[in-house]
Nanobody, 120 residues
Framework: QVQLVESGGGLVQPGGSLRLSCAAS????????MGWYRRAPGKQRELVAK???????NYKDSVKGRFTISSDNAKNTWYLQMNDLKPEDTAIYYC??????????????WGRGTQVTVSS
């Protein structure tokens, strides 16, 4: 019913930049929040950044000032601009949306993930 598809991952040198995109499609009625999570090798998944439908944002402390989340609500698409990337940012990045489908209850949906590798 609902698909989230990420794009934009890849290999970048320390100090470089990447922009991730996530597009949601399907029988979406309302999106309450959109976010990005990541899972580094051997670690649990963690929240990186989130934006609500009212454009309120919150960020993991270690990415504040370097990462920016934004959204295009008309296109059900959101982005994560990542600047000054560090090796510790290496992880699989997953997009997330908390939304309702037509005649449904709010639910968390996830993309399949995109690999971000920061290495020289």
């Amino acid at each position: 019913q609902v698909q989230l598809v990420e794009s934009g991952g890849g290999l970048v040198q320390p100090g470089g930049s990447l922009r991730l995109s996530c597009a949601a499609s399907g029988s979406i009625f309302r999106i309450y929040s959109m976010g990005w999570y990541r899972r580094a090798p051997g670690k649990q998944r963690e929240l990186v950044a989130k934006i609500t439908s009212s454009s309120s944002t919150n960020y993991k402390d270690s990415v504040k000032g370097r990462f920016t989340i934004s959204s295009d609500n008309a296109k059900n698409t959101w982005y994560l601009q990542m600047n000054d990337l560090k090796p510790e940012d290496t992880a699989i990045y997953y997009c997330n949306a908390y939304l309702t489908v037509v005649l449904g209850s709010p639910y968390d949906y996830w993309g399949r993930g995109t690999q971000v590798t920061v290495s020289s």
